[in-house]
Every structure is written in structure tokens, then in C-alpha cells.
């Protein structure tokens, strides 16, 4: 049996989950998710407990498993808490800053790189160099949280780009020098 699979999720006060026509939809204080469950997989709602089941242990049922009730688990967790991405611009010279609802970069270009909120994804900039992005979804969190990193991805020999809070970049020596 799948360790992940077999959890029971918590539903927390103030959240409300249904399961209908093979869409799971979950609505909380900060929104409302809704998510197409595989048809293979049930799902039982009982008292404030959310549960998965499988019908048999074949390859497929298996792997869907644990990640259905991972995806149910994101959602319930997204509209209670909300999830986030840290970003840092490293660089001479490079800065972010927030215009309205547009996040403005300098990032070494000629020109300045403009990045537009979504109604789902809000951005928040508390310094020149730091770059908050919030969300309710964490696939679409995580993903706009990778485009605006490959506006400038960190390079290994300098350092310089924007990278994830807590990212390790595997610096490069540069060119050996005349001995």
C-alpha cells in the first residue's frame, strides 16, 4: 500500500470539499481549487477527513495513488495557507521593483524586463533584490515562479541572475591565467 496514499487528509475549520462528477473542489478563506481526480481512484469524504482509495494494486493504480491524494492535500493547504516562492537578483546593478500590478526588473539587458500579475498570482517586492511571488495553487505558483527565473537564470561564474531563496550555485573557476 502507498505510505502517501493511505494518509487521511485533514479538513480544517472553514473549508469546505466536494467530490462530484470526478472534479474535486475544495473552497477555503483564501479561494476556491478545483482539480480532475482519475476516474481509477476513490474518493470518500467523511466527517472532516478526506480519504483515497485504490481498487487493486496494479502498476498504474499504485503511482496514481499517492499522487492524488498529494494533489487533494496541495489544494487544501493552498486555499487555507496559500503557498510562496522567494527569489533573489544577484548582479551589479540588477534590481526589482513593483509598478502597480507590474514587477519591473533590471537585469543586465538594454532594455527593462516587465512582468505582469495574474488574478491568481500576486508578486510582492520587499526589497530591491527580493522577489515574493503568492498564490493559492502551487503548480501555478511554482511555474511563475520559474519564468520569471528564466528571464535571468544564475550563471556559475559570478553568481549573477536571479535564483531561488536558499538555491546553491555551483560556482565555476574562470579561465587559468599565464604561469
Known amino acids: 500500500m502507498s505510505r502517501i496514499g493511505r494518509k487521511p487528509i485533514n479538513i480544517p475549520a472553514g473549508v469546505e470539499a466536494k467530490f462530484e462528477n470526478g472534479v474535486m473542489t475544495v473552497k477555503g478563506p483564501k479561494g476556491e481549487l478545483s482539480q480532475k481526480i482519475n476516474p481509477a481512484m476513490t474518493v470518500e469524504i467523511e466527517g472532516a477527513e478526506i480519504n483515497v482509495k485504490r481498487p487493486n494494486d496494479d502498476k498504474l493504480n499504485r503511482s496514481l495513488h499517492g499522487l492524488t491524494r498529494t494533489l487533494i492535500h496541495n489544494m487544501v493547504v493552498g486555499v487555507t495557507e496559500g503557498y510562496k516562492k522567494e ?13 502597480g500590478n507590474k514587477l519591473v ?15 491568481d498570482i ?37 553568481g549573477k ?3 531561488y531563496a536558499g538555491e546553491y550555485i555551483r560556482r ?8
Open 87 to 99: 527569489l533573489e537578483v544577484n548582479g551589479v546593478g540588477y534590481r526589482v521593483q513593483k509598478q
Open 105 to 119: 526588473m533590471n537585469i543586465g539587458y538594454s532594455h527593462q524586463v516587465i512582468i505582469e500579475d495574474t488574478e
Open 122 to 158: 500576486k508578486i510582492e517586492v520587499p526589497g530591491p533584490n527580493q522577489i515574493i511571488i503568492h498564490g493559492i495553487d502551487k503548480q501555478k505558483v511554482g511555474q511563475f515562479a520559474a519564468e520569471v527565473r528564466e528571464k535571468r537564470p544564475p550563471e556559475p561564474y559570478k
Open 161 to 163: 541572475g536571479i535564483k
Open 172 to 179: 565555476k573557476e574562470g579561465k587559468a591565467g599565464k604561469a
